[in-house]
Every structure is written in structure tokens, then in C-alpha cells.
């Protein structure tokens, strides 16, 4: 009743094995959320963290990127790359590419809190510790802050003061 009708397809989505071949990375699937959102090259993305670093300059760099696609909302994509900080990985064509990980689906759980929806999702992973910012929900319309809240700041924000293991920048 309702909602979008997805293709149906089987995949087999366990841990690696020890080989360390691209086939024996795990499955990942990566579904965008309930708004269109725009993917950009990955390599493009992977030279400014390269040469300019989760900077001020960095992520005015990333907001000059031209996008590769834009990719329509509540699109899957099933992918074997490696976890990638504030990004997930999706792909424009056969080109891989990378769209902000709080426009997708991607390392989230969704539940009920009293009368409302809350989403829940890992933003990063710095020195084996998750990083876990909570919205309010709606299926139709995604996510929205929650009053009040301080949440990390995305790839093309501004990074936020300090960070680093151990407290330094």
C-alpha cells in the first residue's frame, strides 16, 4: 500500500572474506532518501581531501565541484566501496561517484520515539568511535533537525573546531 515500488533483486550481502580482493569486500547498499540529491566524481572528491584536507578550504573546494549526476530520490545502489567518512558511495553511469551520507538511507536506523519518527545515523568513524546525529523523521518529506540540536557538519559545510585523535586539528 503506498510507497515506491521497488525492482526486487537477491543479493548476498555478508563479511569479506580474508583475501582482500574487490570481490570479497562486502556488500553495501546504499538507498538515497526521499529527495533527489547530487553525486559528485570520486576521484575529484578523493584529490581535494588529498591536497587540502577536511579544511575550511577543503569543503569550499568540494561546494565548487561540478556534479557528475543527480541522482533521483529513493535510488539503490549496491556497492562494494570501502567506507567513506561523510560520503556514500553510488555511482553516475559505470563512473563511481560519491553522494553526502546524510542525503541517503545509508548506516541508519529508523524508529519510533513516543509520538514521533527519529532517524538515527552513523556520521563518522574517527578512532574506532561512531559519531551518531539524530533527526526527525518523515518518510515522505526525510529528515529534519531537531530543535536544539548540534549535529557534525557535512562534507561541504564548514568542519567544526578541534577533532583529530586526541584532540588535536
Do not use: K, N
Not at 46 to 58: D, Q, S
Not at 83 to 102: F, I, S
Not at 104 to 119: P, Y
Amino acid at each position: 500500500m503506498g510507497g515506491p515500488a521497488w525492482p526486487r533483486r537477491v543479493i548476498a550481502v555478508q563479511a569479506p572474506d580474508q583475501s582482500g580482493d574487490d570481490e570479497s569486500r562486502p556488500r553495501r547498499v546504499v538507498r538515497i532518501g526521499p529527495r533527489a540529491t547530487r553525486a559528485y566524481r570520486a576521484s575529484d572528491v578523493a584529490r581535494i581531501y588529498e591536497t587540502l584536507g577536511e579544511t575550511r578550504a577543503g569543503a569550499a573546494a568540494l561546494r565548487r565541484l561540478d556534479p557528475l549526476c543527480d541522482v533521483a530520490a529513493d535510488r539503490v545502489f549496491v556497492t562494494r566501496a570501502p567506507y567513506q567518512g561523510p560520503w556514500a558511495a553510488v555511482t553516475c553511469g559505470d563512473e563511481p561517484a560519491l553522494v553526502p551520507l546524510t542525503d541517503t538511507l545509508f548506516l541508519t536506523i529508523v524508529r519510533r520515539h513516543g509520538r514521533e519518527i527519529r532517524l538515527y545515523q552513523i556520521v563518522r568513524v574517527m578512532c574506532d568511535m561512531p559519531s551518531i546525529d539524530e533527526w526527525l523523521y518523515d518518510v515522505r518529506a526525510g529528515r529534519r533537525p531537531i530543535p536544539g540540536a548540534t549535529y557534525l557538519p557535512g562534507p561541504l559545510d564548514d568542519p567544526a573546531a578541534g577533532g583529530g585523535c586526541g584532540g588535536r586539528s
